[in-house]
């Protein structure tokens, strides 16, 4: 007898009826195996194996494939927070469902954590049953996404290698002309969701940040700040076996004349403002250092400038213009401190 659970699970979860037939299943061999339990009917048309939860599930079972940020958060790319269902179908779609209830007819009026995307037949020809090609992913995450979310998408492909440089140089050709900017915020050698936030975070605050900057031989500091605040940002699963050897990395950066900072991934999600207020505190501290120990004069002058620009959150002149959110659409412009 065709096990029909193991045809559907070999091909990823989630098998159209023409796939399995294509393999010998017959529709008494479909027919029991829903009826066993085995597999299970996402839409009609279609078997699965996954849970009913399962967002590759969802979208089939509205009668499309995960795109956008549905589709990263599927294929394990740094994201923070929950986002709505993100589902690419044909530009001639119909008979679309209920994410929840394969008998209920999508209801176009109130979409019920659904955003539906209209793909021509480009899109369509890319991917897999469940998820539209990684390239068509990322596009729509840049386009719907905020800025800090889109750089640690294409951070993570990049860094993972799911997307090389010349994926990436095509992928913002595509992009319309207000949206290319991006490329100058993405970098190839971030190492994880906390360090892509964070240097997002300060760049777009006008703070010149510099990725895995090498100290000594061996290691590298995660962030460098303005030339003067070391930051480290690695998670918790990181670092609990490494106390010792995080401990004397510290030290190493203060040697270096920097002024080492370890957040934690909890920290950097969570409060991010007590975590800015301190690494800008310390930005301070070293502008002002130089006048230390001098002779009543208060701060040199290149002191003193440094200190008013940071004051002012002034842009950098090292950062790429921070864009602003119009309606659907980023401009490129200076950022407003306010």
């Not at 492909?157 to 290319?180: F, Q, Y």
């Amino acid at each position: 007898m065709l096990d029909i659970a193991k045809i559907v699970h070999s091909l990823g979860g989630l098998a159209h009826k023409r796939q399995l037939v294509a393999r010998g299943a017959r529709d008494v061999d479909l027919t029991r195996a829903v009826r066993d339990g085995v597999v299970s009917r996402a839409r009609q048309g279609w078997y699965t194996t996954l849970s009913k939860t399962d967002a590759r599930v969802r979208a089939v079972r509205v009668g499309g494939r995960l795109t956008g940020i549905s589709a990263i958060v599927q294929a394990g790319g740094w994201i923070l927070g929950d986002h709505p269902l993100h589902v690419s179908v044909p530009d001639n779609a119909a008979r679309l469902r209920s994410q929840r209830n394969r008998r209920v007819r999508f209801d176009m009026s109130a979409r019920a954590g659904v955003v539906l995307h209209w793909d021509g037949i480009g899109v369509v020809e890319r991917g897999t049953a469940a998820s539209v090609g990684l390239s068509d992913a990322l596009y729509r995450v840049v386009l719907d996404e905020d800025l800090e979310t889109a750089v640690a998408a294409l951070d993570w492909a990049l860094r993972t290698g799911a997307l090389d440089l010349v994926d990436l140089e095509s992928l913002i050709l595509r992009l319309p002309g207000d949206h290319r900017f991006i490329r100058a915020w993405v970098d190839e050698h971030c190492d994880s969701l906390p360090e892509s936030l964070t240097r997002t975070r300060l760049r777009s605050r006008g703070h010149a940040v510099t990725s895995q900057v090498r100290l000594g031989d061996l290691e590298r500091i995660d962030l460098v700040v303005d030339d003067c605040v070391g930051i480290e940002t690695d998670g918790e699963e990181f670092h609990l076996t490494r106390f010792e050897r995080d401990r004397r990395k510290d030290l190493n950066i203060t040697i270096e004349n920097l002024y080492a900072l370890r957040p934690s991934a909890r920290m950097i999600f969570s409060e991010w403002d007590l975590v800015l207020l301190a690494i800008e505190t310390a930005i301070s501290m070293h502008v002002r250092a130089p006048a230390i120990g001098n002779s009543g004069h208060g701060h040199s002058d290149a002191a003193r400038v440094l200190e008013n620009r940071l004051r002012r959150g002034r842009r950098s002149e090292q950062s790429p213009e921070f864009p602003k959110a119009e309606g659907n659409r980023w401009v490129v412009g200076t950022l407003d401190q306010g």
